[in-house]
């Protein structure tokens, strides 16, 4: 399930904290720390820079989110899994390697036609939606007014239930939520109550990988194991990868993941369902936006409105420092 989430500097949910294992959150070709790890199986959080990690949320899913900085610290933390997580290959043939250094990254390639450059100049294209912009990967979308717009700075992710240092599988920066607190509990009985939205957007920058469809495919199918299925794969299946431009022009890979038959130990226990775009981004690196949302609930959001978001996907040239 969805863990409640936690703005810069604290906010609702103060039990929520960050991972214990560093952040992994950095993408070659940025000189910020990127919050957008990939790989190994989720645990879901969200929680304040400088935190001790959080508990299983309710329906013992672990899942999470931290607020990130640019320091040095952070930084230097997000080496050790960023890569991991966030990524950023050069082409779909680029076999997995470590991270080039700043001097070695490519030289950045301009956004396409009618994109503008700066993450602060888009505007929304769907008459009463907002625009969501993750400055770190050059990413923006627009969501429903209903949505609600995390920090630019804020990362959610989600792990293993068993692994001790909460070490994200997958995650996403600058997430859009819709129905932050739809349910809660309180899972691991600390007093505290574990909010789940019911569903969930962003984007991030993927490393270590060599093809869209394998982004689309593996995101897609991570997320739903890591919210709605772990420990069992089984119950995971992922629709086809298909190709899909965006009203921009953008090009790439998107794929569907859905769980059936969860287990359901508590009210906030629900199948679920991942879609994830992936596409090249204003640098050529992998990079790619997910949509996370319950089923089988009364309020579902339909898959129409999924293609509506993701229609309005595009990328542009992030600031430099």
């Known amino acids: 399930m969805w863990p409640g989430q936690q703005p810069p500097g604290g906010g609702q949910d103060p039990q929520q904290q960050p991972p214990a294992a560093g952040n992994p959150y950095q993408q070659p070709g940025y000189q910020q720390a990127n919050p957008y790890l990939q790989q190994q199986p989720p645990a879901w959080h969200t929680a304040p820079a400088g935190a001790a990690p959080p508990g299983p949320p309710g329906g013992g899913r672990r899942t999470g989110a931290i607020a990130i900085t640019a320091a040095l610290a952070v930084v230097a933390a997000a080496a050790v899994t960023g890569a991991v997580l966030l990524g950023g290959g050069t082409d779909d043939e680029a076999a997995p390697g470590p991270s080039p250094s700043p001097s070695a990254t ?162 906030c226990d629900t199948d679920g369902k991942a879609t994830t775009f992936a596409f090249k981004d204003a640098r050529g690196n992998f990079a790619s936006w997910s949509f996370v949302g319950a089923t089988g609930v009364g309020e579902e959001v339909p898959d129409t409105t999924v293609v509506k978001i993701m229609k309005t996907v595009r990328i542009f040239m992030p600031d430099a420092d």
């Open 106 to 267: 490519p030289s950045p390639s301009p956004p396409p036609s009618g994109n503008p450059r700066g993450g602060d100049e888009q505007k929304p294209t769907v008459a009463g939606w907002k625009v969501v912009v993750n400055p770190n990967a050059g990413v923006a979308f627009e969501v429903p007014a209903d949505w609600a717009l995390k920090p630019r700075t804020f990362i959610t992710w989600v792990s293993e239930n068993d692994d001790p240092d909460d070490i994200p599988l997958v995650a996403m920066q600058a997430p859009a939520d819709l129905k932050e607190k739809w349910c809660g509990t309180d899972e691991d009985k600390d007093g505290e109550i574990d909010y789940a939205p019911l569903a969930s957007a962003g984007s991030r920058g993927n490393n270590n990988v060599q093809s869209t469809a394998q982004v689309a495919r593996e995101d897609s199918a991570t997320w739903v194991y890591g919210m709605h299925t772990q420990p069992d794969r089984k119950k995971v299946t992922t629709d086809p990868v298909t190709s899909f431009t965006t009203a921009s022009g953008l090009t790439g890979s998107v794929a569907t993941s859905r769980s059936s038959g969860v287990v359901k130990e508590d009210k």
